[in-house]
T-cell receptor
Framework: AQSVTQLDSQVPVFEEAPVELRCNYSSSVSVYLFWYVQYPNQGLQLLLKYLSGSTLVKGINGFEAEFNKSQTSFHLRKPSVHISDTAEYFCAVSEGQAGTALIFGKGTTLSVSS | DVKVTQSSRYLVKRTGEKVFLECVQDMDHENMFWYRQDPGLGLRLIYFSYDVKMKEKGDIPEGYSVSREKKERFSLILESASTNQTSMYLC????????????FGQGTRLTVV
């Protein structure tokens, strides 16, 4: 069965600092990987996704993620964060089989302060 | 744009009541999902449906049921609401192709008193 582990529940950083949010997954088959962001009192919004091809994926708002098959990881990065990036971030995995759901990690709260 | 609409943003219900949470999507998506979001626990899958009248249990189906009579609508039913079902409920939909993302509604914050 597939599962997702987000290694940090909270990540506090200062504005303009780089940040990495870590995600590891477990699956016995090929997977598709996603990062979502949730701003306060809002639904989830897709940041980026890995389907195939290049292992470095670029998303919205300057975020990028790297798929590492050997380490079963899909870490999210941003070279310089803004106050407005304060939100909760979720990593999700979908197995490459019809009729399967997206499985989410427990989330990482990113807090950016000045 | 894909739109997933949940019928209520906030609901307050009494213990023992039967509660219906409704979700409608406008993009002809085959798959629809209900998740529950709690602090520190992330999103946990309650049920999903990959076709009309078809459903699969997720990780935490106990105390819940679902109905999908039409492709665009997926309902979550709490047969007898309990205080431990106080939570944020999120509906999502996606196409039948596995390499696509899910689109989410704004969520329903349910309080059971």
């Amino acid at each position: 069965a597939q599962s997702v582990t987000q290694l940090d529940s909270q990540v506090p950083v200062f504005e303009e600092a780089p940040v990495e949010l870590r995600c590891n997954y477990s699956s016995s088959v090929s997977v598709y990987l996603f990062w979502y962001v949730q701003y306060p009192n809002q639904g989830l919004q897709l940041l980026l996704k890995y389907l195939s091809g290049s292992t470095l994926v670029k998303g919205i708002n300057g975020f990028e993620a790297e798929f590492n098959k050997s380490q079963t990881s899909f870490h999210l990065r941003k070279p310089s964060v803004h106050i407005s990036d304060t939100a909760e971030y979720f990593c999700a995995v979908s197995e490459g089989q019809a009729g399967t759901a997206l499985i989410f990690g427990k989330g990482t709260t990113l807090s950016v302060s000045s | 744009d894909v739109k997933v609409t949940q019928s209520s943003r906030y609901l307050v219900k009494r213990t023992g009541e039967k509660v219906f949470l409704e979700c409608v999507q406008d993009m002809d998506h085959e798959n629809m999902f209900w998740y529950r979001q709690d602090p520190g626990l992330g999103l946990r899958l309650i049920y999903f449906s990959y076709d009309v009248k078809m459903k699969e249990k997720g990780d935490i189906p106990e105390g819940y049921s679902v109905s999908r009579e039409k492709k665009e609508r997926f309902s979550l039913i709490l047969e007898s609401a309990s205080t431990n079902q106080t939570s944020m409920y999120l509906c999502a939909s996606r196409t039948g192709t596995v390499n696509t993302e899910a689109f989410f509604g704004q969520g329903t914050r349910l309080t059971v008193v």
